[in-house]
């Protein structure tokens, strides 16, 4: 209370008012401290009216479909592939093809796993089996990797749209999903682990134990919805990002 005392005169010094001395405050504190009545009993009343639920599973095309109606759109992402990213922005580049939307500069900063290192997953299930599965997990990269770059890359040529995309590897798989928007949006997800087939170019089966992303849905932090936790997550998620991006990212492609 004594500690107490202090900042409040201090403040009310600050305002050019009355201190209240140690007997009103303390009044004031235990005012504070009187529940107030409430019309529900205990079992009535629902945690959710004093929570914000959490977010729902949502498709990454309606966010990125908003997210393309600004003028800078700055879209960052740490992905296994870039599988999920990639569908999402291709409706957004149709409607800038048709004239629906038209940003002035487009900025797309992706992590994902480098090939060139040991990863622990994709994990071959038989030894003989490994470096098969290293040659599959970098055409999935690459094919999505290089899906995202045409397609941005298009924009630049056919509509003069500032496009600037940078590409960088980290030294592990990813085990969760993370795309950022426009400073103000984070879509997330976590990634399962399941063993699975998968077939190489040769049309041959491989049974592998890999991350398994959500195909999509992903839950939608905003921070502008006025909720202190979505706000902090998206403030922390720019935050853990940009400490990976900037310390152990190796640069890829870049244009």
């Known amino acids: 209370m004594d500690d107490l005392i202090k900042v409040v005169r201090v403040l009310s010094d ?3 008012l009355p201190a209240p001395d140690f007997r009103e405050w303390s009044q004031l504190v235990e ?3 009187i529940p107030k009545p409430s019309q529900q009993t205990p079992q009535e009343r629902s945690p959710d ?3 914000p639920m959490m977010p729902a599973m949502v ?4 966010p990125l479909a908003s997210a393309f109606e600004a003028e800078d759109v700055e879209i960052d992402a740490i992905c296994v592939t870039g599988h999920a990213l990639a569908l999402g922005i291709a409706g957004p580049v149709q409607d800038i093809h048709a004239g629906r939307l038209r940003p002035r500069q487009i900025k797309l900063r992706i992590l994902t796993a480098n090939i060139d290192v040991s990863l622990p997953l994709p994990t071959h299930r038989q030894e003989e089996d490994a470096e098969r599965v290293r040659q ?12 995202l770059h045409g397609a941005l890359a298009s924009l630049r040529d056919t509509h003069g749209i500032e496009v600037r995309m940078e590409f960088r590897g980290i030294p592990f798989t990813p085990l969760t999903e993370l795309i950022l928007l426009n400073g103000v949006e984070a879509l997330f ?3 399962k682990i399941s063993a699975r087939s998968v077939t ?5 089966s491989v049974e592998v134990y890999d991350t398994v992303t959500s195909q999509g849905m992903m839950k939608r932090f905003n921070a502008a919805s006025g909720y202190y936790a979505d706000r902090e997550f998206v403030t922390e998620s720019y935050r853990w990002f940009n400490s990976i991006w900037e310390t152990i990212s190796t640069e890829g ?3």
């Open 136 to 147: 599959l997990r970098l055409r999935d990269r690459n094919i999505y990797v290089n899906t």
């Open 59 to 62: 498709s990454i095309r309606g």
């Open 31 to 33: 005012r504070a401290r």
């Open 14 to 16: 600050w305002a050019n």
């Open 189 to 191: 997800s976590y990634c």
């Open 253 to 255: 492609f870049s244009s």
């Open 49 to 51: 009216r004093d929570w």
């Open 200 to 204: 190489d170019a040769k049309g041959d």
